[in-house]
C-alpha cells in the first residue's frame, strides 16, 4: 500500500517551520516540492536535504488546472510504490493549496494512505501584521478561484498565489465585478521576510504594481452590502396577470377604467397618514404602486412607455429641478427653492402652457383645485397682502349667501355657496393651512363621535327614535372628551 506525506514550508522564514516538518523532510524518500521558489529553499539546501520540485510543470503547461493536474497525477504514481514520499507545498498544507485537496481525494480511491502535517500559514503572520481577528470573519481562496465567488461577500477575503501580473488582472477583473473600482486593498509582499511590503491601493491598480511574483497576496477588507430595493417583483406579477395565461379581469382594464381605482388608493393612503399607523400606511403605498405599475405595464404593450421610462423620468427631473442639490447654484431659504422649481419648470413647458392657470387637472377635489388656483394667481400677484381682506371677504360671501337664502333664490344659493367655501379656501392658504385635510380630518373625527354614540345606544339596547336630541348632544360632547383625555 502507498504512502504519502505533505508538510508545509511556513510562510517565509526558516525558523518557523515546525520541528516535526523538519525531520520529515531530513528522512524523506523522495521530498518533492510543489516550487523550489520559497525562501525556505535555500536553509533547505545548506542542509543537504535532497528534493525534486515541480517549478518545470508551470512552464510546460497553459492553464493552472494543467499544472495542478500534472503535480497530483506523478506525487501519486510515486507513492505507490515508495514508502516514505513526503511533499512538501508552502505555507500550511490545509491553506489554500488545491494540489493538498486534490491528492487527499484521489488518494482514497486509489487506496494510497495521506499523512498531513500541521504548518504554519502566511495567515498567522497577516493576522498580526494587519491586526485581524479571523473570528469575525475570513474568506480565503486561491487566485484561480476568485470567479467563484458569491456577488455579496458576508466576509473580508484573501487571495493568495498571485503568481504574475497576468493573474493579478484576471484578480482584479473578478473582484470589480463585486467592489467599486477605487475600494481600497491591501497587496502584502513576502510575509515575514526581511523584504516585506504592506501596500494599500485602490483596486484598479492592482495590476499595476511591480514584482509581482508568488509570494504575493491580497487583502479585501469586507464591504458592507449596500440595502437596495427593485420593483422587479411587482412589474413581473403585473406582466403575468396581463398575459394571456392571466387574470381576465386585469387584461380587460384600460387607462380610464382604472381612473377611479387610482383615487381610492390615493385617499386610503390619506387616511392611513391621518391615523398614523406605519403598517397601514405601507400597505396602502403598495396599493398606490400598484396601480402606478398598471398603467405603465398597458402603456408599455402598446409601446408608449415603460415603467423604467417613468422611473428615470421622475429620477432625472428630481435632478434638474434641485441645482442647489446636484449643481452649483446656492439657495437661502426654502422660499428662494419654490422659486427656483417654478422658473425650472416654466422652461421645461416653454409655450406648452398660455395661461397662468394651465396645468391644473380638472379631476382634482374641488377644494384641493380651488387652493391650487388662488396659489397659481398668487404667483403673478393677483392675490391680497395680508389676512385682514380675506375675513372680510368670507362675511361678504356669506351676507350674500345669507340674503338668497332668505329670497328662497334657489337658483343663486348654490353659486354663493360656493364662494363661500372658495373663500374659505382662501384663508386656509394665508394660514398655511391644506383645506382639504383640514377637512378630511374633521370628517374622521364626525366618524369617531358618532361611532361613539352608535356604540352606546348598542350597549344600552336603545334605538335612535328612543333618544331626544338633548341626549344625543350629551353623548357627542361625551366623545369630544374622550379625544382630549385619550381615552
Not at 169 to 180: Q, T
Request: proline letters at 4%; a negative charge; charged letters at 25%.
Amino acid at each position: 500500500m502507498g504512502k504519502i506525506t505533505i508538510v508545509g514550508l511556513g510562510p517565509g522564514a526558516f525558523g518557523l517551520i515546525t520541528v516535526e516538518t523538519l525531520e520529515r523532510l531530513q528522512s524523506a524518500e523522495p521530498l518533492l516540492l510543489r516550487t523550489a521558489k520559497h525562501p525556505t529553499v535555500a536553509k533547505i539546501r545548506e542542509r543537504g536535504i535532497e528534493f525534486t520540485s515541480y517549478d518545470y510543470v508551470y512552464e510546460e503547461k497553459e492553464s493552472f488546472e494543467e499544472v495542478y493536474n500534472t503535480i497530483v497525477n506523478d506525487c501519486l504514481a510515486q507513492a505507490a510504490v515508495r514508502e516514505n514520499l513526503v511533499y512538501a507545498v508552502p505555507g500550511s498544507p490545509l491553506v489554500a493549496e488545491k494540489t493538498v485537496t486534490l491528492i487527499r481525494q484521489r488518494a482514497a480511491e486509489q487506496g494510497i494512505m495521506v499523512t498531513v502535517l500541521p504548518g504554519m500559514s502566511f495567515l498567522e503572520v497577516l493576522y498580526t501584521r494587519l491586526s485581524i481577528d479571523p473570528i469575525d470573519g475570513l474568506t480565503v481562496l486561491d487566485a484561480t478561484d476568485v470567479a467563484s465567488l458569491p456577488s455579496e461577500l458576508a466576509t473580508s477575503l484573501v487571495v493568495t498565489q498571485i503568481y504574475n501580473r497576468h493573474v493579478a488582472s484576471e484578480v482584479k477583473l473578478a473582484l470589480m465585478d463585486r467592489y467599486p473600482d477605487d475600494y481600497e486593498i491591501i497587496v502584502v509582499k513576502n510575509l515575514g521576510l526581511p523584504e516585506e511590503e504592506i501596500l494599500p491601493i485602490p483596486l484598479f491598480q492592482l495590476d499595476r504594481i511591480a514584482n509581482i511574483d508568488h509570494l504575493t497576496s491580497l487583502y479585501v477588507p469586507w464591504k458592507p452590502p449596500v440595502e437596495t430595493f427593485t420593483l422587479d417583483p411587482i412589474v413581473d406579477v403585473m406582466a403575468k396577470l396581463r398575459s394571456p395565461e392571466g387574470c381576465v379581469w386585469d387584461l380587460e382594464q384600460s387607462h380610464s377604467s382604472l381612473r377611479r381605482y387610482l383615487v381610492e388608493e390615493v385617499y386610503e393612503v390619506l387616511e392611513a397618514i391621518d391615523l398614523q399607523r406605519g403598517d397601514k400606511l405601507c400597505e396602502e403605498l403598495g396599493d398606490l404602486l400598484l396601480q402606478i405599475v398598471f398603467h405603465a405595464r398597458i402603456a408599455e404593450e402598446a409601446n408608449i412607455f415603460s415603467m423604467q421610462q417613468v422611473v428615470d423620468g421622475i429620477a432625472e427631473k428630481m435632478v434638474r429641478r434641485h441645482p442647489h442639490v446636484f449643481g452649483a447654484t446656492s439657495v437661502q431659504d426654502a422660499a428662494e427653492v419654490v422659486l427656483n422649481w417654478d422658473a425650472i419648470k416654466q422652461q421645461e413647458y416653454g409655450n406648452e402652457r398660455i395661461s397662468v392657470l394651465d396645468g391644473i387637472p380638472k379631476e382634482l377635489p374641488s377644494l384641493m383645485r380651488a387652493n391650487k388656483l388662488q396659489h397659481k394667481v398668487a404667483k403673478v400677484g393677483f392675490d391680497w397682502d395680508d389676512i385682514q381682506p380675506v375675513w372680510d371677504k368670507i362675511q361678504e360671501e356669506l351676507t350674500e349667501l345669507k340674503l338668497a337664502c332668505s329670497e328662497e333664490k334657489f337658483g343663486e344659493m348654490e353659486g354663493e355657496l360656493g364662494d363661500v367655501l372658495f373663500s374659505i379656501v382662501n384663508l386656509a392658504r394665508f394660514l398655511k393651512i391644506d383645506a382639504e385635510v383640514a377637512l378630511n380630518m374633521t370628517n374622521n373625527k364626525f366618524i369617531q363621535r358618532f361611532s361613539y354614540i352608535e356604540r352606546h345606544l348598542d350597549k344600552n339596547n336603545l334605538k335612535w327614535e328612543e333618544v331626544d336630541t338633548g341626549r344625543l348632544d350629551l353623548l357627542w360632547n361625551e366623545a369630544k372628551k374622550q379625544e382630549k383625555t385619550g381615552f
